[in-house]
C-alpha cells in the first residue's frame, strides 16, 4: 500500500510540475514540506536517503565505507543524484560520486572538462 500511494504522489508532482512554473509559484512551493523522506543510518555511519519535495526537487543519495588501497582503514564513498527547478522555470539534474578517485560530478548544465 505504502508502495501504491508513493506512486502516486510521484505522479502527481510529475504532471504538476511538467510545465515551467513562474518564479513566484517556484518560490511558494520552496515553502512547502517535503512530499516524500526515507532515510536510514547503520551504527558505521553508512547511510540512504530519498527526498522528493513540493517543488520538485529530488534528492536521492548513498554512502558506504569502502576499505583503502592498503586494506588498513575506511573511507565513505557517497553517491547520488539530484534535479531541481531552477528560477527559469528549467529543470536541472546532476549525478555525483565521491570517495578514493575525488569528487564527480556530472550535469547536462555544468561545463565540460577540456
Request: proline share 5%; charged share 25%; net charge negative.
Amino acid at each position: 500500500m505504502h508502495k501504491i500511494v508513493t506512486l502516486f504522489v510521484f505522479l502527481a508532482v510529475t504532471y504538476t510540475l511538467a510545465a515551467p512554473a513562474s518564479p513566484a509559484a517556484v518560490a511558494r512551493r520552496r515553502l512547502l514540506p517535503a512530499l516524500h523522506h526515507d532515510e536510514v543510518r547503520d551504527d558505521f555511519g553508512q547511510y540512504a536517503l530519498r527526498y522528493i519535495t513540493a517543488e520538485g526537487m529530488f534528492i536521492s543519495e548513498r554512502g558506504r565505507l569502502i576499505p583503502t588501497p592498503d586494506g588498513r582503514d575506511h573511507v565513505m564513498a557517497v553517491e547520488g543524484e539530484m534535479s531541481y527547478f531552477g528560477e527559469d522555470g528549467k529543470k536541472y539534474s546532476k549525478k555525483y560520486t565521491a570517495g578514493l578517485d575525488g569528487y564527480n560530478v556530472e550535469g547536462d548544465y555544468l561545463p565540460l572538462a577540456v
